[in-house]
């Protein structure tokens, strides 16, 4: 690039002279330290200014202005050096025309070496598929660079439904009406489609969505604002559309004065930590600022995983609170004295549980041990040191179970309940906040199918007609703080979490979402199976989140409160002392035949579809 730019330089030069004297010159006399003059000046000033040192199939804009600032300063140099000597036969306007025909000559050159050697390296590549990216804002013209440099797709043009934009072309790549879509993916085989709207609203990424689905194309999205502002776009950003786009439904939007009511200035414990639950509690309660947070798990590399996390969310974002790690388990009723007699907590989130439901019917008395006296150690510990707020992370498996998890989780209910309704029990408030499947946590159903779609499925559905309530794990977390903070004692609470949605059409979505095609009868030639395997041990078909009827609304317009019937605290306690020595010898007859006494529905049904 030296070389070239000394023959750049000697070559503006002879334009320079043929134009300003309106001739095809040949340099005489004086004119000769000019043509020496310019290569002297250009390069050590090229130097000065890094333009060696850039990679030249990745310059840019940032390239280009430190071009232009190195030939003004060249030029003010040779402008100055001209008046200053004044040669006999070297106009004197030459300082500034010379300049201007290098300038266009130097940034054509690197152009070109941009260029060339980009298609050169993209040549030796072979492109993965051929790309529309939907949105033709910044994020997207960010990416159609970043895709131009990888090689690894081929991009047709962008889509975007700002009338202003469609029929006119950024860098040469055709903005399409949404409209035109459907006729361009299948004119031009088209094979990706990335959502480039990292500032959309929830509802508008969803039509967007609906409206693509039809297409057989794999539907990808770019990360959020927040996650791009730290650089700029690169094709390892896209990723597979987020739960809430599968979803299909904006999130419950959170009240902040009843996320903080009881977090902000306090000691907070949440037991399950490390789990899927306990961990987005843990987030969202760090930001309301609370003194000091306890993080209790039983499992050493999630403790550790949540604790870290946290710890750079502190740094983050210039937080304050102190961040404790406790090993334990709540089935250590010793351990969790310990813990709240030291740091004495005033609210407590009690997210530790069992929660698989073939896990739990394999192993009842695991089960039993940590869902139901692991919640009764918790909360005498809560007692016993003077906790203001108890909540409980129930499930909406608690209502009718058909299987001891969901079993479980009502009895664990049914002690809390008794506890609030004892006198003399202290001061501690109790509530339960029940709510259907998370979307996303471990074991959950959309990172299965995700995984198996990347094996070539089949997708497994264990019945055609299973249905349930969805939330995100975001959408959950912030339910249990807001309820807790309005439980007055015993409280249920459940979210009115809308339609339910069925398992087969959630499949049928994310494979359709991939840019593939069901394999079934009517259709063999298919991309992926989905495969029927049979409903679970006490798996239902329906899931509910009420066992009475008339909830009553609470000051959140999306959380009800439930009036469910309990047992008093001295019947129950008999109950428990029967269970506690049935799970002590594993007697599983004995202890579902305690369930059945206490909990609503467990056992009655004949059949798993209700």
């Not at 990808?220 to 700029?232: E, F, I, V």
């Not at 608690?398 to 809390?416: D, I, Q």
Request: hydrophobic share 45%; proline share 5%.
């Amino acid at each position: 690039m030296v070389a070239v730019d000394v023959v750049l330089a000697l070559l503006a030069t002879w334009i320079a002279f043929t134009l300003r004297l309106d001739a095809l010159h040949w340099p005489t006399g004086a004119q000769w330290w000019v043509y020496g003059l310019a290569p002297v000046l250009a390069v050590p000033v090229f130097v000065r200014f890094g333009l060696y040192r850039a990679i030249f199939r990745y310059t840019g804009q940032a390239a280009l202005q430190a071009t232009g600032k190195a030939v003004m300063v060249y030029g003010i140099v040779l402008l100055g050096v001209l008046l200053w000597r004044q040669w006999p036969g070297v106009p004197r306007s030459l300082g500034v025309l010379q300049p201007l025909v290098f300038l266009l000559m130097v940034g054509f050159s690197r152009a070109v070496a941009r260029f060339w050697l980009a298609d050169l390296g993209n040549a030796q590549k072979k492109a993965e598929g051929r790309l529309l990216i939907f949105g033709a804002g910044t994020a997207g013209v960010q990416t159609a660079s970043a895709i131009a440099i990888s090689g690894q797709f081929v991009l047709l043009g962008f889509v975007d439904d700002d009338a202003s934009k469609v029929g006119r072309s950024i860098n040469g790549v055709p903005v399409l009406s949404p409209t035109d879509a459907p006729e361009v993916v299948a004119r031009q085989d088209v094979t990706d489609i990335l959502l480039a709207l990292p500032s959309a609203s929830r509802e508008r990424r969803n039509r967007i969505i609906e409206s693509l689905r039809s297409l057989p194309v794999h539907i990808r999205t770019l990360p959020g604002l927040a996650d791009l502002a730290s650089g700029r776009v690169t094709v390892q950003d896209f990723k597979e559309l987020d739960i809430e786009d599968l979803l299909g439904r904006d999130p419950v939007p959170p009240n902040a004065e009843l996320l903080a009511r009881n977090l902000a200035g306090k000691v907070v414990l949440v037991t399950g930590a490390g789990g899927s639950i306990g961990s987005e509690l843990c987030r969202q309660i760090l930001t309301e600022h609370p003194r000091q947070l306890l993080l209790l798990d039983h499992n050493e590399f999630g403790l550790y995983t949540i604790h870290q996390e946290l710890q750079g969310l502190c740094i983050a974002k210039g937080l304050g609170a102190e961040l404790v790690p406790l090993l334990g388990s709540v089935a250590n009723i010793q351990r969790l004295h310990e813990v709240c007699s030291v740091y004495r907590p005033a609210t407590v989130y009690h997210a530790a549980a069992y929660k698989h439901v073939p896990m739990v019917e394999s192993n009842p008395a695991e089960g039993i041990f940590n869902n139901v006296f692991g919640t009764l150690n918790m909360a005498r510990a809560a007692i016993d040191s003077g906790v203001a707020q108890f909540v409980l992370v129930s499930t909406d498996k608690a209502v009718r179970p058909t299987n001891l998890m969901g079993a479980s989780k009502r009895m664990a209910e049914l002690v809390l309940q008794a506890l609030a309704a004892q006198s003399g029990q202290g001061t501690t408030c109790f509530g339960m906040v029940r709510f259907g499947n998370v979307l996303g946590s471990s074991g959950s159903v959309v990172p299965l199918f995700r995984s198996q779609l990347a094996c070539g499925g089949p997708l497994t559905v264990t019945h055609p007609e299973v249905t349930r309530y969805f939330m995100t794990i975001p959408e959950a977390a912030q339910l249990v703080l807001q309820a807790g903070a309005m439980a007055a004692g015993g409280d249920v609470f459940v979210l009115d979490m809308g339609e339910p949605v069925k398992i087969m059409d959630l499949a049928h979505r994310m494979v359709k979402l991939s840019g593939l095609t069901v394999r079934d009868e009517a259709h063999p030639g298919g991309d992926i199976e989905i495969a029927i395997t049979g409903l679970r041990p006490g798996e239902k078909l329906y899931e509910e989140l009420l066992i009475g009827d008339n909830p009553t609304p609470t000051a959140h317009p999306r959380i009800m409160k439930a009036h469910e019937d309990y047992l008093v605290w001295p019947a129950l306690e008999i109950h428990l002392q029967t269970l506690r020595r049935a799970a002590d010898h594993s007697d599983v007859v004995a202890i579902k035949a305690v369930l059945q006494t206490c909990v609503h529905g467990y056992g009655e049904q004949v059949s798993l579809t209700a």
